[in-house]
T-cell receptor, first 113, second 119 residues
Framework: GENVEQHPSTLSVQEGDSAVIKCTYS??????FPWYKQELGKGPQLIID?????GEKKDQRIAVTLNKTAKHFSLHITETQPEDSAVYFC????????????FGQGTILTVHP | DGGITQSPKYLFRKEGQNVTLSCEQN?????MYWYRQDPGQGLRLIYY???????QKGDIAEGYSVSREKKESFPLTVTSAQKNPTAFYLC??????????????????FGAGSRLTVL
């Protein structure tokens, strides 16, 4: 089955700095790569996603890059703010597996004011 | 407001007891899912259902059971056969691929979760 590795497991930055979280996957047939943010006591919420026919996607301060050859994708957060502090999960979907996402282990991001 | 409601938020169970976690959605989504979240392991899929009266095992279905009698409801039963049931359980739903705004991206909408502790 699909294997997704996410790094780092914890990340601490100062407000205003950038944060980068990376995920690698094993199945070359994977074609959809979302990122979810989970705040304390809440369920995860989609913040950005990318499909396999696109190399990069931006939405204000967040961006995702995809390297299909190397089978890895990354989340980039610029100008971090304390409210960005949360757990971030990457996920991968293979082909037509409908909603069967395989998630990474999660990254605890802490932004210090 | 549309969304997913999970109940109870906290649940304590004695060993050997079955418990049922409720999940209700008013988003008119066809597909529903149950994930288990453990520290350092991300989210793992327990069961999913693409349509009423049909469901499929996920990666860690042993010791769990589900039903999908109504589109809006997808309850999860944690049975006594589940060896390590203490965890945070998340229910989610999505529009079937090909019909949603993202054209098959399967954006999952999650509930707030239920934390089960076995005493």
């Amino acid at each position: 089955g699909e294997n997704v590795e996410q790094h780092p497991s914890t990340l601490s930055v100062q407000e205003g700095d950038s944060a980068v979280i990376k995920c690698t996957y094993s199945d070359s047939a994977s074609n959809y790569f979302p990122w979810y943010k989970q705040e304390l006591g809440k369920g995860p919420q989609l913040i950005i996603d990318i499909r396999s026919n696109v190399g990069e996607k931006k939405d204000q301060r967040i961006a995702v890059t995809l390297n299909k050859t190397a089978k890895h994708f990354s989340l980039h957060i610029t100008e971090t703010q304390p409210e960005d502090s949360a757990v971030y999960f990457c996920a991968v979907r293979r082909g037509t597996s409908y909603g069967k996402l395989t998630f990474g282990q999660g990254t605890i991001l802490t932004v210090h004011p | 407001d549309g969304g997913i409601t999970q109940s109870p938020k906290y649940l304590f169970r004695k060993e050997g007891q079955n418990v049922t976690l409720s999940c209700e959605q008013n988003l008119n989504h066809d597909a529903m899912y149950w994930y288990r979240q453990d520290p350092g392991q991300g989210l793992r899929l327990i069961y999913y259902s693409q349509i009423v009266n049909d469901f499929q095992k996920g990666d860690i279905a042993e010791g769990y059971s589900v039903s999908r009698e109504k589109k809006e409801s997808f309850p999860l039963t944690v049975t006594s056969a589940q060896k390590n049931p203490t965890a945070f359980y998340l229910c989610a739903s999505s529009i079937e691929p090909g019909t949603g705004v993202y054209g098959g991206a399967n954006v999952l909408t999650f509930g707030a979760g239920s934390r089960l502790t076995v005493l």
